[in-house]
């Protein structure tokens, strides 16, 4: 929309732009469009925290039992039976106390992100009102303010911009680019019928965007949107509306609790009815028979299981936090676990983020250079003729303007921004027989044989042009720490420098002289500089550009890359042509280095040349060609091995990036992503033609999604899931974070990455490594197997003490086999510290080579179930046994009544504990046999705690003083 129709649109008058609104006005619309806040959502107050906490049928159990103890603790007269009393009520809070902090300190960062959101607003604002400019709280903006824009100021609406000089914002935050967007003013046209609001926000120029940051220039626009209607208040809303996905642990160990509910309440009244009517001790006695139950229920119920199983989360997210995976929330460990789908950015997380030069062609030969080197040596770049000599597979039967249309030197530049290479090839006419196209020399030896590496010198000379015509400043060792310039010129500056040239020495021997600075007009730079190989009276000019502008410029081409005029041959256009064709079907960004020499009389030091000292001189065609630069940003060496075990795992890789469908189709060939069932990419624009039902099937069957869009994310996020699929969505900027919640696993890049995208994640790669995240999908996959362990080791533990209760009454034992204070030590000593030796349990063998998690899959299945009923029955039959022995042998029929079940009580403890041992070295394993040499490595924690257990069992049994006497006569009734 013109401004004329916008403020006309807006009911503002038509001197707005000059005088502002007034006072009145302002605050007339204050009033009817309200603040400019986002709304926030409403908070969880500390009560409700609590309560959900707290709001469990096992909790219940134990403040029932705390309940009556604490009455028991009033109403009694025996001081042994009040001090346990009151000693179980304390346990029994602390117990609940403690786990209650736990969960509520977990919950603590949950409604960050929309707070980062805010924290992104601007705070003030300079506005007109009333014909004079001033400084008022972004607060106080309202639709039709007009406000000022400069240099670094933070844009404190949506604004419909009425003036602009050279001004450009940083939308990286909130359209994923890195680029600045340089603006206009003028109304943008809608093409292809689109609705003005399916524009994409990089191709809306005219506006400038709350939030975002002022890179150059200065301007001025007209507030259209405010609050909760700008675009960043929109990505608000979607964070505070998009629901938390509970884990499947978290649901399954809901269900769980309640099934222990039924089953305590089941034993309670079995043993209830037992002590009341069958029992010698407590027949007829109901606040006995009530006690005696509710000892039942305390050791039926797993007051350390929610602990350990906090423990486990922690102790994963500790061992992921040391890979440079950090989790924001314990439970989505485990659902890492259960992944199926990767859906992956690309730039930086599966490729390096550096921009490096992967090939070098020349008129009779192939350079490939290693872009992982470490070392300054000229063999970084060897010869090899049929390293990219061919088209791509799925662009053989293309021409080459369909070629360059999906490519990286599309003029157009990908959806919804400007080309970020200034370098793209206009056109690109090939020939109808590509095959034909040969070089002039194929099979000469010049100036080395094939898989031999060049000499330093011819490095130097090749890459001149790249390093000399060139203001670019390379980063320190080579690196991007300190660097300036585009990066794809420094691509060739990075080649240089691990080939062992000295740039600064290059720089010094070879002065500038006068140069043509570049413009996208004519997408080419030059520099005319004093060089010792020119002959006499000659300036060496480097032009360095858009390789096809830069063919049709040149009358000759360097006899294999080498410079001197006893090596020019007549260039071989439809050679370089196809060349550029080819590279170009790899995704790859294509650079032109031309060189020539000139008079010195016909070049002013110190000039500022215009374009048409290259492409307007009277001799027409006047440039040799020396070599193409083939540049990209080259997938990082571990994600190769990353993503073959994570397809080992049975976890597909899928690639969404806003890059070009070439591009992303090279790199996902690279990286292992692209093969025979999943052969071709589908671009954002195609998935925006689809139908929902179309988009379900699209991605199934497609695991590279190009030119994508933050809003293609979400849908592909919503598709995967519709299909049953578990997905882990990375993402970096403001406008990924509805995508990063609403997926399984969100994971945010802690380099590169916004604090809203990491505050709506569960997971940040600290070093946005996708390697990383096939880590901590094993880890997520050793948490499920741990917790199951876990399960293994406290459930027949609590499952034994209580049935330990029943069956001693009901075999006529003179008392419970165990106490009420044994039976709370064994579930926080024994137990927690059993159960933690499987919480830290390392990855079993072959763990990732079984396929993810199935959907829904049940944390205890049939086999564990049978392994949990296996372990109960023998541990009550050892205790129960245990006990009559002591009750019935001749031996100890020197001691009294109580001294006797004092020895009772010690032995069937020592039982249940070492049993619980016994256990625990079983659990350990879920996929090999535990009767192997492997039970005794791998975890050091299990000897240590059966050592603990075990010395202190002996000082147990062996101090009557200690066990058998006052303490136990103290404690055990």
Same mark, same amino acid.
């Given at each position: 929309?013109? %401004?004329?129709?916008?403020?006309?649109?807006?009911?503002?008058?038509?001197?707005?732009?000059?005088?502002?609104?007034?006072?009145?006005?302002?605050?007339?619309?204050?009033?009817?469009?309200?603040?400019?806040?986002?709304?926030?959502?409403?908070?969880? *107050?500390?009560?409700?925290?609590?309560?959900?906490?707290?709001?469990?049928?096992?909790?219940?159990?134990?403040?029932?039992?705390?309940?009556?103890?604490?009455?028991?603790?009033?109403?009694?007269?025996?001081?042994?039976?009040?001090?346990?009393?009151?000693?179980?009520?304390?346990?029994?809070?602390?117990?609940?106390?403690?786990?209650?902090?736990?969960? %509520?300190?977990?919950?603590?960062?949950?409604?960050?992100?929309?707070?980062?959101?805010?924290?992104?607003?601007?705070?003030?604002?300079?506005? =007109?009102?009333?014909?004079?400019?001033?400084?008022?709280?972004?607060?106080?903006?309202?639709?039709?303010?007009?406000?000022?824009?400069?240099?670094?100021?933070?844009?404190?609406?949506?604004?419909?911009?009425?003036?602009?000089?050279?001004?450009?914002?940083?939308?990286?935050?909130?359209?994923?680019?890195?680029?600045?967007?340089?603006?206009?003013?003028?109304?943008?046209?809608?093409?292809?019928?689109?609705?003005?609001?399916?524009?994409?926000?990089?191709?809306?120029?005219?506006?400038?965007?709350?939030?975002?940051?002022?890179?150059?220039?200065?301007?001025?626009?007209?507030?259209?949107?405010?609050?909760? /209607?700008?675009?960043?208040?929109?990505?608000?809303?979607?964070?505070?509306?998009?629901?938390?996905?509970?884990?499947?642990?978290?649901?399954?160990?809901?269900?769980?609790?309640?099934?222990?509910?039924?089953?305590?309440?089941?034993?309670?009244?079995?043993?209830?009815?037992?002590? /009341?009517?069958?029992?010698?001790?407590?027949?007829?006695?109901?606040?006995?028979?009530?006690?005696?139950?509710?000892?039942?229920?305390?050791?039926?119920?797993?007051?350390?299981?929610?602990?350990?199983?906090?423990?486990?989360?922690?102790?994963?997210?500790?061992?992921?936090?040391?890979?440079?995976?950090?989790?924001?929330?314990?439970?989505?460990?485990? *659902?890492?676990?259960?992944?199926?789908?990767?859906?992956?950015?690309?730039?930086?997380?599966?490729?390096?983020?550096?921009?490096?030069?992967?090939?070098?062609?020349?008129?009779?030969?192939?350079?490939?250079?290693?872009?992982?080197?470490?070392?300054?040596?000229?063999?970084?770049?060897?010869?090899?003729?049929?390293?990219?000599?061919?088209?791509?597979?799925?662009?053989?039967?293309?021409?080459?303007?369909?070629?360059?249309?999906?490519?990286?030197?599309?003029?157009?530049?990908?959806?919804?921004?400007?080309?970020?290479?200034?370098?793209?090839?206009?056109?690109?006419?090939?020939?109808?027989?590509?095959?034909?196209?040969?070089?002039?020399?194929?099979?000469?030896?010049?100036?080395?044989?094939?898989?031999?590496?060049?000499?330093?010198?011819?490095?130097?000379?090749?890459?001149?042009?790249?390093?000399?015509?060139?203001?670019?400043?390379?980063?320190?060792?080579?690196?991007?720490?300190?660097?300036?310039?585009?990066?794809?010129?420094?691509?060739?500056?990075?080649?240089?420098? !691990?080939?062992?040239?000295?740039?600064?020495?290059?720089?010094?021997?070879?002065?500038?002289?006068?140069?043509?600075?570049?413009?996208?007009?004519?997408?080419?730079?030059?520099?005319?500089?004093?060089?010792?190989?020119?002959?006499?009276?000659?300036?060496?000019?480097?032009?360095?550009?858009?390789?096809?502008?830069?063919?049709?410029?040149?009358?000759?081409?360097?006899?294999?890359?080498?410079?001197?005029?006893?090596?020019?041959?007549?260039?071989?256009?439809?050679?370089?042509?196809?060349?550029?064709?080819?590279?170009?079907?790899?995704?790859?960004?294509?650079?032109?280095?031309?060189?020539?020499?000139?008079?010195?009389?016909?070049?002013?030091?110190?000039?500022?040349?215009?374009?048409?000292?290259?492409?307007?001189?009277?001799?027409?065609?006047?440039?040799?060609?020396?070599?193409?630069?083939?540049?990209?940003?080259?997938?990082?060496?571990?994600?190769?091995?990353?993503?073959?075990?994570?397809?080992?795992?049975?976890?597909?890789?899928?690639?969404?990036?806003?890059?070009?469908?070439?591009?992303?189709?090279?790199?996902?060939?690279?990286?292992?992503?692209?093969?025979?069932?999943?052969?071709?990419?589908?671009?954002?624009?195609?998935?925006?033609?689809?139908?929902?039902?179309?988009?379900?099937?699209?991605?199934?069957?497609?695991?590279?999604?190009?030119?994508?869009?933050?809003?293609?994310?979400?849908? %592909?996020?919503?598709?995967?899931?519709?299909?049953?699929?578990?997905?882990?969505?990375?993402?970096?900027?403001?406008?990924?974070?509805?995508?990063?919640?609403?997926?399984?696993?969100?994971?945010?890049?802690?380099?590169?990455?916004?604090?809203?995208?990491?505050?709506?994640?569960?997971?940040?790669?600290?070093?946005?490594?996708?390697?990383?995240?096939?880590?901590?999908?094993?880890?997520?996959?050793?948490?499920?197997?741990?917790?199951?362990?876990?399960?293994?080791?406290?459930?027949?533990?609590?499952?034994?003490?209580?049935?330990?209760?029943?069956?001693?009454?009901?075999?006529?034992?003179?008392?419970?086999?165990?106490?009420?204070?044994?039976?709370?030590?064994?579930? !926080?000593?024994?137990?927690?510290?059993?159960?933690?030796?499987?919480?830290?349990?390392?990855?079993?063998?072959?763990?990732?080579?079984?396929?993810?998690?199935?959907?829904?899959?049940?944390?205890?299945?049939?086999?564990?179930?049978?392994?949990?009923?296996?372990?109960?029955?023998?541990?009550?039959?050892?205790?129960?046994?245990?006990?009559?022995?002591?009750?019935?042998?001749?031996?100890?029929?020197?001691?009294?009544?109580?001294?006797?079940?004092?020895?009772?009580?010690?032995?069937?403890?020592?039982?249940?504990?070492?049993?619980?041992?016994?256990?625990?070295?079983?659990?350990?394993?879920?996929?090999?046999?535990?009767?192997?040499?492997?039970?005794?490595?791998?975890?050091?924690?299990?000897?240590?705690?059966?050592? =603990?257990?075990?010395?202190?069992?002996?000082?147990?049994?062996?101090?009557?003083?200690?066990?058998?006497?006052?303490?136990?006569?103290?404690?055990?009734?």
């Amino acid at each position: 929309m013109s %401004i004329d129709g916008t403020i006309k649109q807006m009911g503002l008058k038509e001197d707005l732009p000059k005088a502002g609104l007034s006072t009145d006005e302002a605050a007339s619309r204050l009033t009817k469009y309200g603040p400019n806040q986002m709304t926030e959502k409403v908070k969880t *107050t500390l009560l409700q925290r609590i309560w959900h906490q707290i709001n469990n049928v096992l909790v219940y159990v134990l403040i029932t039992v705390a309940v009556v103890s604490l009455i028991q603790a009033v109403t009694t007269n025996n001081s042994n039976t009040r001090f346990t009393a009151w000693f179980q009520v304390a346990l029994i809070v602390s117990v609940i106390t403690l786990n209650t902090w736990i969960g %509520i300190y977990q919950e603590g960062n949950a409604e960050k992100a929309a707070d980062a959101l805010k924290n992104m607003l601007s705070t003030d604002a300079r506005v =007109i009102r009333g014909g004079k400019e001033v400084m008022i709280p972004a607060g106080d903006i309202v639709p039709g303010d007009v406000c000022l824009l400069g240099l670094g100021d933070k844009i404190p609406a949506d604004l419909r911009l009425i003036s602009v000089s050279n001004l450009a914002t940083g939308e990286a935050a909130l359209t994923g680019e890195s680029v600045p967007i340089d603006k206009v003013i003028d109304a943008i046209p809608c093409e292809n019928g689109l609705d003005p609001d399916q524009v994409p926000l990089g191709d809306r120029k005219n506006m400038a965007y709350s939030a975002t940051l002022v890179a150059q220039g200065s301007g001025i626009g007209i507030a259209i949107s405010t609050g909760d /209607f700008t675009q960043i208040g929109t990505i608000n809303r979607l964070v505070n509306n998009t629901e938390t996905i509970k884990t499947d642990v978290l649901k399954q160990i809901d269900m769980v609790s309640k099934y222990l509910f039924i089953a305590i309440c089941t034993m309670c009244l079995a043993t209830f009815f037992v002590a /009341f009517f069958y029992s010698d001790n407590y027949k007829k006695d109901a606040l006995g028979s009530i006690n005696i139950a509710l000892t039942c229920a305390v050791a039926m119920v797993p007051e350390g299981l929610e602990a350990i199983v906090t423990l486990t989360y922690s102790y994963a997210v500790k061992v992921m936090a040391s890979q440079n995976a950090i989790v924001r929330a314990l439970p989505a460990v485990e *659902t890492l676990g259960s992944v199926t789908v990767i859906c992956s950015d690309k730039t930086g997380t599966l490729t390096q983020n550096i921009m490096s030069l992967t090939a070098f062609v020349t008129s009779n030969a192939r350079y490939k250079n290693n872009v992982d080197a470490n070392e300054r040596v000229p063999v970084n770049m060897v010869r090899d003729d049929t390293y990219l000599a061919e088209r791509a597979q799925h662009d053989l039967k293309k021409s080459g303007s369909e070629i360059l249309a999906d490519g990286p030197n599309n003029p157009k530049g990908r959806r919804g921004h400007d080309p970020s290479f200034h370098f793209t090839t206009d056109s690109l006419h090939t020939t109808e027989n590509p095959e034909g196209v040969k070089p002039a020399h194929p099979d000469d030896n010049f100036p080395v044989s094939n898989g031999e590496s060049p000499t330093k010198d011819w490095i130097q000379s090749a890459l001149a042009c790249g390093v000399l015509c060139s203001k670019c400043v390379l980063g320190e060792g080579g690196g991007r720490a300190g660097e300036i310039g585009n990066p794809t010129e420094l691509s060739i500056l990075r080649a240089s420098y !691990f080939a062992g040239v000295d740039i600064e020495e290059l720089k010094t021997d070879c002065p500038i002289v006068a140069e043509v600075p570049f413009s996208s007009d004519y997408k080419f730079m030059a520099t005319v500089h004093e060089s010792s190989d020119a002959p006499d009276g000659k300036y060496t000019c480097f032009v360095k550009g858009a390789p096809d502008r830069m063919v049709k410029l040149c009358k000759y081409q360097a006899k294999g890359g080498v410079a001197g005029e006893e090596n020019l041959e007549e260039i071989d256009e439809a050679y370089w042509i196809e060349q550029i064709a080819v590279l170009s079907s790899h995704g790859l960004r294509v650079l032109g280095l031309c060189r020539a020499y000139i008079d010195k009389s016909s070049v002013q030091a110190g000039a500022q040349l215009g374009q048409e000292f290259v492409n307007g001189r009277p001799e027409g065609k006047w440039l040799t060609m020396v070599g193409l630069c083939a540049i990209m940003d080259p997938p990082r060496p571990e994600c190769v091995q990353a993503i073959k075990e994570a397809h080992g795992a049975g976890v597909r890789v899928a690639m969404i990036t806003g890059d070009h469908k070439d591009t992303a189709t090279a790199i996902g060939h690279m990286l292992g992503i692209v093969d025979e069932t999943y052969s071709e990419a589908v671009t954002g624009p195609e998935l925006d033609a689809m139908s929902d039902d179309e988009l379900r099937k699209c991605v199934m069957t497609h695991n590279v999604f190009a030119r994508a869009s933050p809003q293609n994310k979400i849908r %592909i996020v919503k598709a995967l899931q519709a299909e049953g699929q578990v997905s882990s969505m990375t993402g970096d900027g403001v406008n990924d974070a509805p995508a990063l919640k609403a997926a399984n696993m969100g994971v945010a890049m802690g380099k590169e990455g916004t604090d809203v995208a990491r505050e709506a994640s569960e997971m940040i790669l600290a070093d946005d490594n996708f390697a990383t995240i096939v880590f901590a999908v094993k880890q997520g996959r050793v948490v499920w197997d741990n917790l199951r362990k876990v399960l293994l080791v406290n459930t027949p533990i609590n499952n034994s003490q209580g049935l330990s209760v029943l069956v001693g009454l009901l075999v006529r034992l003179p008392n419970t086999p165990i106490t009420t204070i044994q039976i709370l030590y064994s579930n !926080f000593i024994c137990a927690v510290t059993l159960g933690f030796v499987c919480a830290i349990e390392p990855a079993e063998d072959g763990i990732m080579a079984l396929p993810p998690r199935r959907v829904g899959k049940r944390l205890i299945g049939r086999f564990l179930f049978l392994r949990i009923i296996v372990g109960t029955v023998l541990l009550t039959g050892c205790v129960v046994a245990s006990a009559i022995i002591v009750d019935t042998i001749p031996r100890y029929d020197y001691l009294n009544a109580e001294d006797r079940l004092a020895m009772i009580r010690a032995v069937s403890f020592n039982v249940l504990d070492f049993g619980a041992m016994s256990v625990m070295m079983s659990a350990r394993f879920s996929y090999n046999s535990s009767f192997h040499p492997r039970v005794f490595k791998g975890n050091p924690a299990a000897l240590a705690s059966c050592a =603990i257990h075990e010395r202190y069992g002996r000082i147990r049994m062996g101090s009557r003083h200690c066990f058998h006497g006052a303490c136990v006569r103290r404690y055990g009734d």
